[in-house]
T-cell receptor, first 113, second 117 residues
């Protein structure tokens, strides 16, 4: 079993819809949670960074963390074709472990005009 | 400014060649990373530098040799690579290694797409 599970998709939605992305994890030592967006043949771009259970909002993006269920989500409101990309969740532990990130496998999202 | 730059963007090399990848950041970050990413897979950590010293080597073959000449620069020297080493090589940096009890966000560069013939 992988430490971080993420549905690979592809997830296809019409423009304007809400995109819902999820990751589950098994390592209870994970304390910090990130979402990255990666366009084809480009480097990952940090979207959201959270470290506590609950919701964090930034523009059209909302990150949700439920540490008791070991589950995180990213919601994209009013999705645009430019949101078409692969979304990677990533997590790290709260210790001097080299700040190592454990990534999910990535979910490919396609927003159709 | 959260920019990490990488050169070259693309590199094609033969199995007997020696080449180098370069990474630069001017955010004052003291930790830098090399990742390898194969198509449709997440990035895999290769090396971590902290304050210009190698902190982590994820059992990477010796044909990959990292170097951190100063706090802003990170190189990856390549020698005698195999076709299966073809991938996107990503550099990242963070303020520190999260040793103060918190995690430090990693910012990625655009990557170098490497093809080994």
């Amino acid at each position: 079993q992988k430490e971080v599970e993420q549905d690979p998709g592809p997830l296809s939605v019409p423009e304007g819809a809400i995109v819902s992305l999820n990751c589950t994890y098994s390592n209870s030592a994970f304390q910090y949670f990130m979402w990255y967006r990666q366009y084809s043949r480009k480097g990952p771009e940090l979207l959201m960074y959270t470290y506590s259970s609950g919701n964090k909002e930034d523009g059209r993006f909302t990150a949700q963390v439920d540490k008791s269920s070991k589950y995180i989500s990213l919601f994209i409101r009013d999705s645009q074709p430019s949101d078409s990309a692969t979304y990677l969740c990533a997590m790290s532990e709260n210790k001097a472990a080299g700040n190592k990130l454990t990534f999910g496998g990535g979910t490919r999202v396609l927003v159709k005009p | 400014d959260t920019e990490v730059t990488q050169t070259p963007k693309h590199l094609v090399m033969g199995m007997t060649n020696k080449k180098s990848l370069k990474c630069e950041q001017h955010m004052g970050h003291r930790a830098m990373y090399w990742y390898k990413q194969k198509a449709k897979k997440p990035p895999e950590l290769m090396f971590v530098y902290s304050y210009e010293k190698l902190s982590i080597n994820e059992s990477v073959p010796s044909r990959f040799s990292p170097e951190c000449p100063n706090s802003s620069l990170l190189n990856l020297h390549l020698h005698a690579l195999q076709p299966e080493d073809s991938a996107l090589y990503l550099c990242a940096s963070s303020q520190d290694l999260g040793t103060s009890g918190r995690s430090d966000t990693q910012y990625f560069g655009p990557g170098t797409r490497l093809t080994v013939l």
